[in-house]
């Protein structure tokens, strides 16, 4: 491969990893972290990053915004597909019923996964729909703040 598209990469990736770190998420990079949180009670946000470009670039904004709510995940955490595979893996593990997909979110209650948020759900759609997406998830199944 080329190093500047090696160097340009890390650059994307690093960006988009700070970016949800900015907006509150926890980054998850074994599988032994994972199995620690998603095995908590209460309810977790995972968010399944990804350097895709239009679609990463709706579902980043879109985690960050959809946090002005009442109604809100007890933890963010976020994976990072392509990346930090193992845990990524470890993570969709939990997600029965889903095809791997990235970007994606899904929530998780007591262990469960009890809805996602889909990369078709996601690319091709405005971030205001995304988050009203992700809303309509905290208001079903999430606690008041």
């Known amino acids: 491969m080329d190093l500047n598209f090696d160097l340009y990469m890390n650059d994307v990736v690093e960006q988009a990893r700070n970016e949800i770190e900015e907006a509150g998420y926890e980054q998850l990079t074994t599988p032994e972290e994972v199995d620690k949180v998603l095995q908590q009670d209460g309810t977790t946000l995972v968010m399944v990053n990804s350097v895709c470009g239009?679609?990463?670039g709706i579902a980043r904004p879109a985690a960050q915004h959809a946090l002005h709510f009442d109604k809100l995940p007890d933890r963010l955490v976020s994976v990072f597909a392509g990346q930090d595979k193992e845990a990524t893996q470890r993570a969709?593990?939990?997600?029965?019923?889903?095809p791997p997909s990235s970007p994606s979110f899904a929530l998780v209650k007591d262990g469960e996964t009890k809805a996602m948020l889909e990369r078709h759900q996601i690319e091709g759609h405005d971030i205001m729909d995304v988050i009203t997406q992700l809303q309509n998830l905290f208001d079903e199944y999430c606690e008041e703040r």
């Open 54 to 56: 239009c679609a990463g």
């Open 92 to 98: 969709r593990d939990y997600f029965e019923g889903y």
